[in-house]
Structure formats: C-alpha cells, structure tokens
C-alpha cells in the first residue's frame, strides 16, 4: 500500500499551494451533499443486488463482506485524513510563527464565507 505513504509525503502545506496557484487539471467537485453521495451509492449497490438475487435470498451473505470491507476503508481513510489535517495545522501554525517572531503579538484576521479565524 504505498499508495498511503504517498499520500503522507504529499501532506505538505507547498504542495496545496502548487495545487491552488498553478495549472493543474481540474478534479471533479462533487456538489452533492454527504448524505446525497452516500444514498447515490447504496442506491447503485442495491440495485445490482437485487439484479443478481430478486428474491433476496442470499442478500445477507451477499452484503455482510461489503460491509465488513467499506467499514475498514472508511476506518482508514479516516484515520488518515485526521493525521494529515494535523500535519498540515501544524506546518501552518509553525510558518505563522516563523513570519512572526520577537514580541509582537500575531493578530491576524481571515475572512472568508462569513468566518472568522483569529490567530493569537
């Protein structure tokens, strides 16, 4: 699964930055809501199940694995995207920092879609 190291070694604050300020391929937003996405593919799922077994005879033994292995990729990729938000927070938090050593006191204001992010 080097796939997931790679994913770690990308988890840098530059690499965003390439991502936001050059060309890059545009990658599909999905502008549904979560909720929207997830009933989208249970929706697709059922229906081929109920395709291959009308009867819904087997549909148990059918969907105990599928669900055994979306519930450890979810796991995963959750854990995952925890850390690298960390790792990133963190590189922020030491650049700002950094741009702002000695005594004075970092007071930094972001506004963006109504929020306000403080920085003390």
Known sequence: ????????T??????????????VPEMHIDPRSYPERIESGHKHLTTQLHRDDPNEKNLGEITEP??????AIEEVY?????????????QIEQKLKTAFTGNM???CFIKRDKHIIRFL
């Open 1 to 8: 699964m080097n796939y997931i190291s790679g994913i770690f």
């Open 10 to 23: 990308r988890a840098d604050i530059q690499q965003i930055r390439k991502v936001l300020l050059h060309d």
């Open 66 to 71: 599928i669900d055994c292995h979306a519930g």
């Open 78 to 90: 959750r854990e995952i995207g925890l850390q690298v938000g960390i790792i990133l927070a963190t």
């Open 105 to 107: 006191i970092m007071r």
